[in-house]
């Protein structure tokens, strides 16, 4: 199932996370077709304005506030736009390059990076119990998953199939939820309703499942 026309015109995936394309690429999509017009901003230097948007999300956070929460949150999720943004624009104008993938992997570590730490700090400040744990756990998990989950991920339809996944693939999405989609929950949705802790603990629960899906895949294939 392909991208429709207007979407492949500027550089969008044919299925894509949930998270990005329902509440990211109305924005991004826009964007990106009137940088891609213009020509006078590079891939590269949306990646590094997404970057410098990204790294202070953990400084909002750890501030212990309900509006640095807010603020963190937001930070996150335009940096997350950009983030999308660099990579719709590097398709569509045709100067996708190893650089800027190594550039977008760094601005990715580097905004999650940051939250974590940062959430690490807010509940640490405003919680008793050990509760900041959550995040570390987080921080750990996403980052283990990341390591050991590039050798086992297959074309996003052979995962799951069926009517499901064909009813999804008409309007791009994927059929499963993906790393993208627990960051906005733990890094977006949980700040701005002061959810923190319990985003957290679906977030553990989602990357603790993952991990074991995985473990089960490299062992069943080695």
Same mark, same amino acid.
């Given at each position: 199932?392909?991208?429709?026309?207007?979407?492949?015109?500027?550089?969008?995936?044919?299925?894509?996370?949930?998270?990005?394309?329902?509440?990211?690429?109305?924005?991004?999509?826009?964007?990106?077709?009137?940088?891609?017009?213009?020509?006078?901003?590079?891939?590269?230097?949306?990646?590094?304005?997404?970057?410098?948007?990204?790294?202070?999300?953990?400084?909002?956070?750890?501030?212990?506030?309900?509006?640095?929460?807010?603020?963190?949150?937001?930070?996150?999720?335009?940096?997350?736009?950009?983030?999308?943004?660099?990579?719709?624009?590097?398709?569509?104008?045709?100067?996708?390059?190893?650089?800027?993938?190594?550039?977008?992997?760094?601005?990715?570590?580097?905004?999650?990076?940051?939250?974590?730490?940062?959430?690490?700090?807010?509940?640490?400040?405003?919680?008793?119990?050990?509760?900041?744990?959550?995040?570390?756990?987080?921080?750990?998990?996403?980052?283990?998953?990341?390591?050991?989950?590039?050798?086992?991920?297959?074309?996003?339809?052979?995962?799951?199939?069926?009517?499901? @996944?064909?009813?999804?693939?008409?309007?791009?999405?994927?059929?499963?939820?993906?790393?993208?989609?627990? @960051?906005?929950?733990?890094?977006?949705?949980?700040?701005?309703?002061?959810?923190?802790?319990?985003?957290?603990?679906?977030?553990?629960?989602?990357?603790?499942?993952?991990?074991?899906?995985?473990?089960?895949?490299?062992?069943?294939?080695?």
């Amino acid at each position: 199932m392909s991208a429709p026309q207007g979407a492949r015109e500027i550089g969008a995936k044919p299925r894509d996370y949930w998270w990005t394309v329902l509440a990211v690429d109305p924005l991004a999509l826009p964007l990106t077709r009137r940088l891609a017009r213009s020509g006078s901003v590079s891939p590269d230097q949306v990646t590094i304005v997404s970057v410098v948007l990204g790294l202070p999300t953990g400084l909002a956070f750890a501030t212990g506030t309900r509006a640095g929460l807010v603020v963190g949150a937001l930070l996150f999720y335009f940096s997350f736009l950009l983030d999308c943004v660099d990579g719709k624009l590097a398709r569509a104008l045709q100067t996708t390059s190893p650089r800027g993938k190594v550039l977008d992997d760094l601005g990715d570590g580097a905004r999650r990076g940051s939250a974590a730490a940062g959430l690490a700090v807010f509940l640490w400040r405003t919680s008793s119990g050990g509760v900041f744990w959550l995040a570390v756990a987080y921080g750990f998990m996403a980052y283990y998953f990341a390591l050991i989950s590039g050798g086992t991920r297959g074309e996003p339809q052979t995962n799951v199939g069926g009517r499901w @996944a064909e009813s999804l693939a008409r309007r791009r999405l994927l059929p499963t939820p993906g790393t993208p989609d627990v @960051a906005a929950l733990v890094f977006v949705l949980g700040p701005l309703t002061s959810l923190v802790a319990p985003a957290l603990v679906v977030g553990d629960l989602l990357f603790a499942l993952a991990i074991l899906l995985t473990v089960y895949r490299l062992l069943r294939h080695p």
